[in-house]
């Protein structure tokens, strides 16, 4: 073990590595002791003077510090009240002219329920795991959605939902509200509906709607987490 900081007084030990793995404790890179109170040398370290506690998620990550998890709070407020309501009036301004080009190519599909996503290559994609539509209708709308255009403000909107619930669980990647979700690029096409979202999305509603289509289909990946605890007595 290895005095930290550069005082003249021991503050706080560090173990260069420590995890659990089954019975047993392994040494991992971050785990930091703190004693009682700072100690005037590594000499005057005695059993009861520690308490060691740590963190582990499902994620695998280790505990961040309050003024990171202050950091990422400050940047899900920001989303929320102005990332979020541009990108979705950005998707409103151009789905109207998507949906007409739909309706022209596809006059079939008028009478039919049909919603559309993105990959993570920036091309509209449509889950038909349902069947609603048939093989021909299936492809049809696929080509007819990326030659409509406006790509680039969808991936705009997906980009936005991600970042916002990586900010929301924040650096210690836990969360017990929307940001326990795991939506990322190579999911959000399996995922997210954007017919329905803006529908769902009126009012300024927007994570409402998000968390709405989050719990029908997202992992919920982040709301578990084990506390350990080791007192030295």
């Known amino acids: 073990m290895d005095g930290v900081g550069n005082s003249s007084k021991v503050r706080s030990l560090n173990l260069s590595h420590l995890t659990q793995s089954g019975t047993s404790l392994e040494k991992k890179e971050g785990v930091t002791i703190l004693p009682e109170k700072p100690l005037d040398s590594i000499n005057d370290i005695k059993p009861d003077s520690f ?34 309501p541009k990108a979705v009036q950005s998707v409103a301004a151009i789905l109207p002219h998507i949906e007409k080009t739909v309706e022209n190519a596809i006059p079939s599909l008028k009478n039919k329920l049909w919603d559309f996503s993105i990959n993570s290559s920036g091309r509209f994609v449509v889950d038909n795991s349902d069947h609603m539509l048939t093989e021909s209708e299936h492809t049809a709308l696929v080509k ?23 900010a929301q669980r924040g650096p210690d990647l836990y969360s017990t509200g929307i940001g326990r979700y795991d939506l990322n690029q190579e ?47």
């Open 144 to 166: 007819t959605l990326n030659r409509a255009g406006g790509n680039d403000r969808f991936e705009t909107l997906k980009g936005t939902m991600i970042e916002v619930l990586q």
């Open 51 to 84: 308490t060691l506690s740590w963190a582990v998620y499902r994620s695998g990550q280790n505990y961040i510090s309050h003024s990171q998890s202050a950091q990422s709070t400050g940047r899900f407020l920001e989303i929320c009240v102005r990332d979020m």
């Open 187 to 233: 999911n959000f096409g399996q995922t997210i509906r954007f017919r329905s979202f803006m529908n769902s999305a009126n009012n300024l509603k927007h994570m409402e709607a998000l968390a709405g289509q989050l719990t029908q289909r997202a992992p919920d990946k982040y709301s578990q987490i084990e506390i350990y605890s080791i007192s030295f007595k």
